[in-house]
């Protein structure tokens, strides 16, 4: 009985941890842009790189951010990645869209969208190898 208490609540269970995993990389991204703001006004990164930096700085983000949606998940790995990847790429496009600069947002938002949901899906995979390979299971 209680084991199929806990499959009823497997999706539930599921989505919040990728919400919770996705404003872990929100916040990680904001820390990492700020450095990288600093590092372009201190003269020590060239002010062209800003968009590279920017897609590196979500792919990262989002890969801790899929580390930590996993690991507090009992869901399976692949699929609480990409959806920590998808929930942080459209948290981003939103807070991109009131942004000042609209064009910038346009040019980089394919790159966003790869570079956030292959930081989850990466995470996922890692995770995947280190409990022996389930893809589909749960714990």
């Known amino acids: ?29 904001f820390v990492l ?6 590092l372009v006004v201190s003269g020590r990164l060239p002010e062209n790189w800003m968009g590279a930096v920017t897609v590196l700085t979500l ?29 942080l790429y459209a948290i981003t496009f939103i807070g991109g869209v ?12 394919p790159f966003l969208f790869l570079a956030a949901l292959s930081g989850g899906a990466l995470a996922g995979f890692l995770r995947l190898s280190r409990r022996g ?3 589909f299971a749960y714990r």
């Open 1 to 29: 009985m209680q084991r199929m208490k806990e499959k009823k609540q497997a999706p539930l269970d599921f989505m919040a941890k990728a919400g919770m995993g996705a404003l872990f990389g929100l916040g990680l991204t």
């Open 33 to 38: 842009l700020f450095a990288a703001s600093f």
């Open 59 to 87: 792919f990262l983000s989002s890969f801790l951010g899929a580390f930590y949606a996993i690991r507090r998940s009992r869901s399976r790995a692949l699929f609480v990645g990409l959806s920590e990847g998808a929930i």
């Open 98 to 109: 009131f942004a000042e600069v609209p064009s910038l947002l346009g040019a980089l938002s």
């Open 133 to 135: 390979g389930r893809l």
